[in-house]
């Protein structure tokens, strides 16, 4: 009862709400950094200082990307959040927008202040209707409370943001493509240079980033980059929502510092399910290379350690399998998701992931023939680096990996015409 009667004296029954999110110091960074108009430089600084990497998959070092916009130059900017989390395996951002949607604007609020926005966009994947009501209600009250508009709590700083539907395409992922579609536009990506820093959103500079990474930045204003830096490892800052699905015992989003060694991970999560073997693991989504688990348990959970293992730490999005999943049947749903949500604008992506698929189904459904995989690993070459956006890449790359690290098991397929589990 005692627990009940907390929980409700901290409104933590409706987390989203800003009076829960202002019972635990919310929106207190932004009123100081409003009230005692600390430099732009400053707040930039202290986000290089965190080695905060961008959350939605590139890992970027986001104050780095803070620093190539124009902050001098007389004309609008933006700010854009990019919360079109498509990436199968993914599901963290959707539960920042869903619980803690007053974090993210904020943090929206003071990278637009620091560099010199006065408008800014929260582009919401669309098949979650659900959170995107609930951004639109958390919009509501900031406004309200004189928080978001026209000189914000008399400092003569401006923001206004927008949430903006998507309609679920994958490719609006990409950032560019992101910004053709808030603009109206047919999401497809756009030949860089020039990139969104000079010239994004309606031609003017442009800052994107990921729902995670803006949400990171009231913490790092209020304890300092050094402290989130503390939190993780060398160039590895603060802490990391990782999403884990498949063969666990307890599938969710499990927030650790960056550089945890991943069987901590895997114990958060349960374990395999019934006891099972650990036979694979994608560390980051999708589009990032399949490791086997015994690689993956050697890793710690950092930018760094898994691409030296091989892969992409990615958005954190961590698909388990055991020892009963067909490796060709996983690869043969992946490459159908990318043949469909390819769009079509570049040959080598829209032609390849038609390719991969036809070529994986064939195999998969006992008709393989022993060329098939020198085939495909043709194919995945070339359309790696021939394309616009990193779509291409991404159907690619699974393909190579799963033929890389468990070859025995497509030949086994392609000679029996079954799988070998």
Partial sequence: MANEVILHSLHLDEPWTLKT???????????????????????????????????GGAGFPTGLKW???????????????????GE?????????????????IEGMAISAYALGASVGYNYIHGEIREDYDRCEQALQEAYDAGLLGDNILGSGFSFHLYNHMGFGAYICGEETALIESIEGKKGQPRFKPPFSASYGLFGK???????????????????GGR???????????????????GHVNRPGNYE??????????????????????????????SSVPVLPGDVMMSCTLDYDSVAKA?????AGSVIIMDDTVCMVRALERLSYFYFEESCGQCTPCREGTGWLYRVIHRIEHGQGKPE??????????NISGRTICGLGDAAATPVMSFIKHFRDEFEYHIAHGKCMV
């Avoid at 620093?67 to 900017?77: A, D, E, I």
């Avoid at 098939?372 to 070459?381: A, E, H, I, Q």
Wanted: charged share 25%; proline share 8%; with cysteine.
């Fill in 372 to 381: 098939d995989l020198d085939l495909l690993v043709d194919v995945s070459k």
């Fill in 21 to 55: 999110y202002e019972s635990t110091g919310g929106y207190e960074m932004l009123r100081k950094i409003l009230a005692e108009k600390i430099p732009q430089e400053k707040i930039i600084a202290e986000v290089k200082e965190s080695a905060l990497r961008g959350r």
């Fill in 256 to 285: 650790v510092p960056m550089g945890t060694p991943f069987p901590e991970l895997l114990e958060m999560a349960g374990g395999m399910r019934g006891g099972r073997k650990f036979k694979a693991c994608i560390p980051g989504g």
């Fill in 227 to 245: 402290a989130f830096l503390e939190l993780g490892k060398p160039n590895n800052g603060g802490t990391k929502i990782f999403s884990v699905s």
């Fill in 310 to 314: 091989g892969s992409s730490l990615g």
């Fill in 205 to 223: 500079p442009t800052n994107v980033n990921n729902t995670e990474t803006y949400a990171c930045i009231p913490w790092i204003m209020r304890h």
């Fill in 67 to 85: 620093s190539f916009m124009p902050r001098t130059m007389p004309t609008q900017r933006y700010v854009v959040c990019n919360s079109d989390e």
């Fill in 88 to 104: 199968p395996g993914t599901f963290k951002d959707r539960d920042i927008l869903r619980y803690n949607p007053h974090q993210l």
